[in-house]
């Protein structure tokens, strides 16, 4: 039996009739960039996070990017964050203007190690820019105690996130701002890219109302250069659907954990999720440790088994990133997930036949150690 690490067409197949009306509503309505969709969906998200405010913009990379400039990260400015998370979290930094500076993660959450963080700020720290990996939130409590005494931003990175909590708060809204992304793989994915800023600071929504839109508060008249970054109406429409079903497939996504969470109690060898008892975890992704991942991957692609590496090399070690001047080895617990990991199909459509299929083909690559 073949399982993919993910089926949108399972998805769409839920709530076809649901987008096929809102879809023919934008092609109606022939306003495809910004409008009523945009605005109903920036209303939505925030009503949903309990956020006052949320903007619309091109794609998480930008809600990174556009929140940074915003937030007066630039040219002599430094913003710690994690090396193992995607890419786009210290690509936005950079293209800020500001250098990223590494700390280490927590081996159990592959979140950023929030005990390790104040060594690394100094008099140009201008934020702290923590990662919600996979679908659980960081030790945010401990990040915000720096941040107040160190007078220092947080800007939440919660592309895989929404829907997360830490200690009953909602991922995005414990910083100044967080970011998201509607990539179609993201819990709530669009139809294409897509992204969204989340803040509680009416300072940082106006700019990033300006950045987004070329700088300009009315059409040909710019106060600042800003970009490109606006959301179309059609993701927007796609995303208002999928909205309304996100905490079911939230729980979804928690119970095919726990199933295998149960399956892998069994299993020595395989490390399941650890999950806080302070967090609501949401599992964008479900990542597994093993022993010989990069083995048991072919193995399981090999037998059907959709599976995948998140991620395969610590941002330090990238090669643009090498004129950081991190040793190779610095990390360790970072070097050791990228070695280890292994994400497995967790999305909400899985039935329990293919998770046993799943679980047993796992068993099949230790079986061969």
């Avoid at 500001?98 to 929030?114: G, H, L, Q, S, W």
């Avoid at 300072?203 to 959301?231: C, D, K, M, P, W």
């Avoid at 295998?260 to 302070?278: G, M, N």
Wanted: net charge negative.
């Amino acid at each position: 039996m073949a399982v993919p690490l993910l089926d949108l067409r399972a998805q769409y197949r839920r709530i076809k009739g649901e987008i096929d009306v809102l879809v023919a509503e934008v092609f109606e309505s022939q306003q495809f960039i910004g409008g009523p969709k945009v605005e109903a969906l920036e209303r939505a998200v925030a009503q949903y996070t309990g956020a006052p405010y949320a903007v619309g913009v091109a794609s998480g990379t930008d809600a990174l990017l556009l929140l940074l400039k915003a937030a007066g990260a630039g040219p002599g400015t430094e913003v710690i964050t994690t090396p193992f998370t995607f890419f786009a979290t210290a690509g936005a930094i950079f293209n800020a203007g500001a250098r990223p500076v590494f700390v280490d993660i927590d081996p159990r959450t592959f979140n950023i190690d929030a005990s390790r963080i104040e060594d690394q700020i100094t008099a140009r720290t201008r934020a702290i820019l923590p990662v919600h990996l996979f679908g659980q939130c960081a030790d945010m409590d401990h990040i915000l105690d720096l941040a107040r005494k160190y007078n220092l931003r947080v800007i939440e990175d919660a592309a895989q996130s929404i829907g997360a909590r830490y200690k009953d708060r909602p991922a995005c809204t414990m910083g100044d701002a967080g970011a998201l992304s509607f990539f179609p793989s993201k819990n709530l994915g669009g139809a294409g890219d897509g992204g969204m800023v989340v803040t509680r600071d009416a300072g940082l929504e106006a700019r990033v109302r300006l950045l987004r839109n070329h700088g300009a508060s009315e059409t040909y008249f710019h106060q600042i250069v800003g970009t490109n970054s606006r959301l179309d109406a059609l993701q927007a429409g796609v995303l208002l659907v999928k909205l309304s079903h996100l905490n079911q497939w939230c729980e979804e996504r928690r119970a095919n954990a726990a199933y295998y969470e149960q399956k892998f109690a069994e299993v020595p060898e395989v490390v399941t999720p650890y999950a806080s008892p302070d967090c609501r975890h949401v599992y964008n992704q479900y990542v597994i440790r093993l022993p010989k991942r990069d083995d048991a991957r072919k193995f399981l692609a090999e037998h059907g088994i959709g599976c995948a590496v998140y991620y395969p090399c610590p941002l330090h070690r990238q090669t643009c990133f090498l004129d950081l001047g991190y040793d190779a080895a610095a990390f360790p617990n970072s070097c050791m997930a990228c070695e280890q990991v292994l994400a497995l199909p967790v999305y909400p459509e899985l039935t329990r036949e293919q998770q046993d299929e799943v679980v047993e083909t796992v068993k099949g690559h230790l079986a061969r150690l």
